[in-house]
């Protein structure tokens, strides 16, 4: 058991310790009491207020102006063509060759055929001369009959004659009248086959066209410039032509210039149609509104053109309407079927408020923004917000410039705060696209430039030269 001694000291050692435990508590009850707060500093800038036009952005597909199937326009073999696949080819340019002998048989027969009908025309004019002649000599004879006829009769009233010689002179005058007859008979078939041999030279100088025609499609010629696809038939095949079924040979597409189809939706249209009739920005249906263009590996817009077409409604399967630009396409780069990114002007020229996103703030569907008033204290404003532009918020409502709004710090204010601010100011980044606009001016239009079929291998006789063909070539090396 212990003392009473040891019982006394722990018992003081516990009076102590509790001692010292009320103290420490004390302490830190008074360390803990809270200080005056800290004051909030943030940056607040002005919002940039500056012209600008609105470009409104597009996903686009281009398109050839100009796209041919070439086809054989008449039928039979192939006999040679005469195109590098893939390369650019110019109107005219020989292409391919049908084998051209059983054509030129059919021109020589053609020919035949008018010489034979300007045979029988001379031959008919020949016979109406003869029946002609032939009718004056009747005509003679009916002259003399008649007066024959008339001395006869006098002489036998007279008793000068007898009946028979009446009886004869009669049957005279009525052969000449019968020759007479039979001469005009022969004059019109003389004028019969006049107009028979005059139609059989029609019909032989219309096949000898014919024929002309279909030896000269028997070259295939390209009927526009631009670049060519590769060979869906090859040398020594039988071709068919003339129809919509025709062997296809090639096809060829248009690069300059090249048109831009893209789909602008129900709200954007219906902007453009507002903008116009209040006078803010002409419709495209109206002026060539510019347009630029960016392929998708490409930085800015390099490409630029001007609408082309605005169609006549909305399409019911998308509810988007079609609209088209057309670019010169000078060096080529755009080809038919690529997507590019368009860039069409979405108003006109106006004085926008600017503000960088990161002075927005989001609060379910409202977007704000906090303004410092005079006093220093933080007030909230709901603003409507439209596109970016030169690096920057368009701010459709809500703002009016004026106002200091918070750019930086906004996770350390909130409504009704006093903060102490710092300025900055706003700064715009370069835009790739003009702040301003004005549509394209007619001698500066884009158009359909489709290169027109030649009128003939005669117009120059050495560019349409028909080359000789492989087997030609062959049969003279033989």
């Not at 009016?400 to 709004?405: L, P, T, V, W």
Request: overall charge neutral; hydrophobic content about 40%.
């Amino acid at each position: 058991m212990k003392s009473y001694s040891e019982f006394m000291w722990q018992a003081a050692g516990f009076v102590t310790s509790a001692s010292l435990l009320f103290v420490v508590g004390c302490t830190q009850e008074v360390s803990s009491k809270p200080s005056a707060p800290a004051t909030v500093k943030v940056t607040v800038a002005k919002p940039l207020v500056m012209p600008i036009v609105e470009w409104d952005e597009y996903t686009g597909r281009l398109d050839a102006i100009d796209s041919v199937e070439v086809r054989a326009r008449v039928s039979g073999y192939l006999e040679s063509t005469h195109f590098d696949e893939g390369q650019m080819v110019q109107s005219g340019d020989l292409l391919a060759i049908i084998d051209q002998r059983p054509f030129k048989a059919e021109h020589n027969a053609a020919k035949a055929r008018l010489e034979e009908a300007t045979a029988r025309l001379a031959e008919a004019n020949s016979l109406y001369k003869q029946a002609i002649a032939e009718k004056s000599d009747v005509n003679a004879q009916l002259t003399l009959a008649d007066r024959r006829l008339d001395r006869v009769k006098r002489l036998f009233a007279r008793k000068a004659v007898t009946k028979e010689e009446i009886d004869v002179t009669e049957s005279e005058q009525l052969q000449a009248t019968a020759a007479i007859e039979a001469a005009n008979a022969k004059i019109e078939s003389a004028k019969a086959g006049i107009a028979t041999a005059q139609a059989a030279i029609e019909t032989a100088k219309a096949n000898i066209e014919s024929a002309v025609l279909n030896l000269k499609y028997t070259q295939i010629r390209a009927p526009i410039t631009g670049r060519i696809s590769r060979r869906y038939v090859t040398e020594g095949n039988l071709i068919s032509g003339g129809t919509s079924l025709s062997t296809l040979i090639t096809t060829i597409v248009s690069l300059k210039p090249i048109h831009c189809y893209f789909d602008a939706n129900e709200h954007d249209f219906l902007k453009y149609v507002r903008l116009a009739r209040e006078g803010k920005r002409a419709s495209s249906r109206d002026v060539k509104n510019p347009v630029y263009v960016a392929l998708i590996d490409e930085q800015g817009y390099p490409h630029n053109g001007h609408m082309d077409f605005v169609d006549n409604r909305i399409d019911v399967n998308t509810g988007t309407m079609r609209g088209r630009a057309i670019l010169a396409n000078e060096d080529e780069l755009l080809t038919p079927g690529l997507f590019v990114k368009l860039r069409l002007p979405g108003s006109g020229r106006y004085d926008a408020v600017l503000i960088p996103d990161s002075a927005i703030g989001s609060d379910q569907s409202e977007k704000f923004v906090y303004v410092i008033d005079k006093q220093g204290v933080v007030n909230r404003r709901v603003i409507t917000t439209g596109p970016i532009s030169h690096g920057l918020r368009i701010i459709r409502s809500g703002l009016d410039g004026s106002e200091e709004i918070v750019t930086r710090g906004l996770q350390r204010v909130y409504p009704g705060i006093t903060v102490e601010t710092s300025n900055e100011t706003i700064e715009p980044v370069a835009s790739d696209l003009p702040d301003n606009y004005v549509p394209v001016p007619k001698e500066k239009w884009l158009s359909r430039t489709m290169a027109k079929i030649p009128k003939g291998i005669e117009a120059n006789a050495e560019r349409y030269r028909l080359p000789q063909s492989r087997t030609n070539t062959k049969a003279e090396k033989e």
